[in-house]
């Protein structure tokens, strides 16, 4: 027999964790949740480190990087840089994929004394000509954007990223971005486009396991001050929250996909998913449909589908308990859910 057509909702993937390499950011841990400084990584056999990427150093001797807690650009603390007169000092991250002829686009948070000079640097061979620089001597103690592009003139997987000064005092550097400039809405590209030729329907976000931990709030609002988080599903990875409900939706656009959203059933709780129900699909006149006009987006994303929680049957997902309790919060959940939206449809992760 020849039955209804199978659903194109039967074809997709899903994120995981929040930001995923399908965006198309450079660097790592561009919000400084890290210390920076000289030491080796703490040795692992995790998986997950090919996934962390290489961590910033600093440029000069020991003691040059502190890390400003008092006054924060984002997260916990900012790396504050003492300068020594004509010594250039600074910070760098290697490990860089560039392309010849390829532009390379970005921007950088800054403050310092007054007669500082900064160089931001891409560097991708050892030659005096094998980078490209970026001055800029117009600092005050607020934080500044200073807009950054560069393009390289050879292939290389080893190029470096280096933000160094000269004068006296100190500078500080509160984020650093840097895409390829062909970047669709910050989404490689290329990925973009392979996606759309393996027709992908359906796309869940943020996973996974990682779900369990995860504050969509963080995922809201001006993407540079987003904090950065560590990820204990994925070995304390950090996630820098640059893409969140807006972002996947557009992602989900560009593809012509339908968005499945997962909200947290681990450490999250009933209220929180509500909250984001009518973040995404309330009108205007609700609270949080007014937040969600006020960060760019004035037309509900109409989500339909979602998902509560991750296999919250396992032992190793964060917010584990035992059957007979689980369904009762589930059950709370489904119900807040659809208080605000009584169109949606929910499901489990088994």
């Not at 030659?127 to 560069?150: M, T």
């Not at 490689?188 to 995860?214: C, D, Q, T």
Request: charged share 20%; proline share 7%.
């Amino acid at each position: 027999k020849i039955g209804a057509p199978i659903t194109p909702l039967i074809f997709g993937g899903y994120m995981e964790p929040a930001t995923t390499r399908a965006w198309a950011e450079m660097l790592t841990d561009r919000k400084f949740a890290n210390p920076i400084t000289n030491a080796a990584p703490p040795a692992t056999n995790s998986f997950f480190r090919r996934f962390m990427g290489e961590p910033w150093k600093p440029i000069g001797p020991e003691g040059t990087v502190e890390m400003d807690t008092m006054n924060p650009f984002v997260g916990a603390h900012s790396p504050r840089i003492r300068l020594d007169g004509s010594q250039p000092r600074g910070i760098q991250q290697g490990g860089l994929r560039v392309g010849r002829g390829r532009s390379y686009e970005g921007r950088i948070y800054l403050k310092g004394n007054p007669g500082t000079k900064v160089e931001v640097r891409l560097v991708w061979g050892s030659g005096s000509a094998d980078s490209q620089s970026i001055r800029i001597s117009s600092l005050s103690d607020e934080y500044q954007k200073f807009p950054l592009k560069f393009t390289p003139a050879s292939d290389t997987e080893s190029a470096r990223l280096e933000i160094v000064a000269t004068g006296s005092g100190t500078f500080h550097v509160g984020t650093v971005s840097l895409m390829p400039a062909d970047n669709i809405q910050g989404f490689h590209a290329g990925m973009i486009r392979l996606y759309k030729e393996a027709g992908f329907k359906m796309a869940k976000w943020p996973g996974g396991n990682f779900v369990s931990a995860y504050d969509w709030y963080d995922g809201i609002g001006d993407r540079d001050r987003r904090p950065p988080r560590p990820q204990p599903m994925w070995g304390n990875r950090i996630e820098p929250n640059d893409v969140g409900i807006h972002e996947f939706i557009a992602f989900c656009r560009l593809l012509g996909a339908e968005p499945y959203v997962a909200v947290n059933s681990g450490f999250g709780e009933a209220r929180v998913a509500a909250e984001e129900v009518e973040y995404c699909n309330g009108s205007t006149e609700t609270r949080l449909g007014k937040l969600r006009a006020d960060n760019g987006h004035p037309e509900p994303f109409n989500v339909r589908l979602w998902c509560i929680g991750n296999e919250m049957y396992g032992a190793w997902q964060f917010g584990y308990m035992s059957l007979n309790q689980y369904c009762v919060k589930h059950n709370y959940f489904v119900e807040a859910m659809k208080k605000v939206d009584t169109a949606i449809k929910v499901t489990s992760a088994g």
